[in-house]
């Protein structure tokens, strides 16, 4: 719409049964270059890791691929959405404003998926300034656990083997900020199920990480008990996931 061309790139092998067919499809409708990236030339790196790890690895590889065509040429910007404070500060003035506004400044859970740290981290912000008490509650799946990549330090080392400088990711401002306040993993199966519950009894035709979302608000709820406000999002629409029918996989 505003003229720029785009080039996104997506690993050409995910950990787990990702099959990422259809994002590919929706992405050059829109008009996108896709390009899907090998791990060639890392196996040494990716060599015994866990499915967690090896997505930390892959993830590592890839922001070394943007880092590396950003610096090639002055006109290429990388909107690097893991370490840009843009992408938080975003989901505070937009997001978490139309959160309060809606709900009287009256919140006492907020849930979603941690992903890159944007929409979580902004959001919090938000509540936090207005509701002190808001419980925050981030989700990650089986095989990506975001938190566990910074806390470790593995992130760090993955990204220094791959020749990237230092820079600090939104998630380890989050995880400096004392947020999340309780970290979920939510298991595929519960998300599915979740997902097929808001299609069928709620009309609401949302992918994976949505049925993550409100699979943990619900758990969350029933937790804090009747008559308080659980708050989360739908991120996503089903038709990105159609490859994986009937074992659609959560993923950051």
């Known amino acids: 719409m505003k003229g720029y061309e785009v080039k996104l ?4 092998k995910w950990a787990g049964e990702y099959n990422p067919e259809n994002r590919i499809r929706i992405m050059k409708c829109f008009g996108a270059e896709v390009e899907a990236f090998s791990t060639t030339g890392h196996e040494r790196l990716l060599d015994g890791l866990s499915p967690s790890e090896a997505s930390a690895a892959v993830f590592a590889i890839g922001m070394k691929k943007c880092y590396d065509l950003e610096r090639s040429d002055p006109l290429i910007w990388w909107a690097n959405q893991s370490d840009n404070p843009e992408n938080a500060q975003a ?23 941690i992903g890159t740290g944007g929409t979580i981290l902004g959001v919090a912000e938000a509540l936090r ?45 989050m995880l400096e900020k004392g947020l999340p306040d309780e970290v979920l993993t939510v298991k595929d199966n519960d998300t599915r199920e979740t997902m097929n519950r808001l299609c069928r009894e709620e009309g609401l035709f949302c ?20 008559g308080t406000k659980v708050v989360t999002v739908l991120v996503d629409r089903r038709e990105r996931y159609f490859p994986e029918y009937p074992r659609e996989h959560y993923v950051v």
């Open 129 to 173: 300034e207005k509701i002190g008490h808001v419980k925050v509650v981030g989700l990650e799946p089986e095989d990506a656990r975001v938190t566990e990549w910074y806390r470790s330090g593995s992130m760090k080392k993955y990204r220094a083997a791959v020749g990237l400088p230092p820079s600090k990711s939104l998630v380890e401002v």
């Open 91 to 113: 989901h505070k003035e937009t997001t978490g404003r139309e959160i309060l506004e809606q709900l009287d400044n009256k919140v006492d859970a907020w849930v979603a998926s």
């Open 207 to 226: 992918g994976m990480s949505s049925g993550a979302n409100v699979y943990a608000a619900l758990r969350i709820a029933k937790k804090l008990g009747r």
């Open 9 to 12: 790139l997506i690993p050409s």
